[in-house]
């Protein structure tokens, strides 16, 4: 119990610490220098997330980053195993990614400046109308270079089986013509959902080959999930 009160103790003191920058990122993005503010954040994001992983003494494995395209947007695809999924990505996935989250995170005011400034969505579960115009804009930061991270189960696994892919997940991928990129996550339960408390583990990450969505048919687009599902589960 005392190593996961040190362990969140330092993650709000690390975030803290980029506070100031964040608000830097803040003013860059009014004054419409968004490159300068993408090219301040995503060190900031990146050096957080890859202190969640391995503060908690855990290893990380990643298999397949070349199959990852350089200088082009896109979806990336994979099982949900835990909480640690995300600074999982942010942290060893060598490009700027966003994400859609329950808008609740918006009661964090750090962590909530640090996600706006990534081009993350905030979504509403119980607003039906709100949820589409979330659905909406990250198809837009999709097209205007930003990729995303799709969990198609919905939930968390916490090391169990894959649960089956919800396929209005696949719609941001198949509406902004981005390629998607499948991944494995193996291991992430273990670093805290496995106990409840903040354990080291191994995590392997596996980025696997993209696949194109502007040309699909119907009846491809209707396959894909179950496609993706299956090459997800190849490495797990």
């Not at 419409?32 to 060190?43: Q, T």
């Not at 496995?194 to 699909?216: C, F, M, Q, V």
Request: glycine share 6%.
């Amino acid at each position: 119990m005392f190593r996961t009160l040190i362990y969140f103790f330092k993650l709000v003191w690390d975030l803290l610490k980029k506070n100031k920058d964040l608000k830097k990122a803040e003013k860059l993005e009014k004054q419409g220098r968004i490159k300068e503010r993408d090219a301040l954040v995503r060190p900031i994001v990146q050096d957080w997330a890859q202190k969640l992983i391995y503060n908690t003494k855990s290893t990380v494995e990643v298999i397949g980053s070349e199959n990852v395209p350089k200088n082009q947007s896109i979806v990336l695809i994979g099982n949900h195993q835990s909480y640690m999924d995300i600074p999982l990505l942010l942290g060893f996935i060598d490009t700027p990614l966003a994400f859609i989250s329950k808008a609740e995170i918006l009661k964090v005011p750090i962590i909530a400046r640090a996600m706006k400034q990534m081009q993350c969505e905030f979504m509403e579960r119980n607003n039906p109308r709100q949820s589409l115009q979330t659905i909406l804009k990250a198809i837009e930061n999709i097209k205007n270079g930003y990729s995303t991270v799709i969990f198609p189960e919905g939930t968390r696994s916490k090391g169990g089986p894959v649960i089956d892919f919800k396929p209005g997940s696949f719609k941001l991928a198949f509406k902004s013509g981005a390629p998607i990129v499948p991944i494995s996550i193996d291991g992430t339960w273990r670093l805290y959902e496995d106990k409840k408390r903040i354990n080291a583990g191994h995590i392997r990450l596996t980025i696997h080959n993209p696949i194109e969505t502007s040309k699909l048919t119907k009846e491809e687009m209707h396959e894909l999930p179950e496609k993706i599902r299956d090459i997800i589960l190849t490495a797990l």
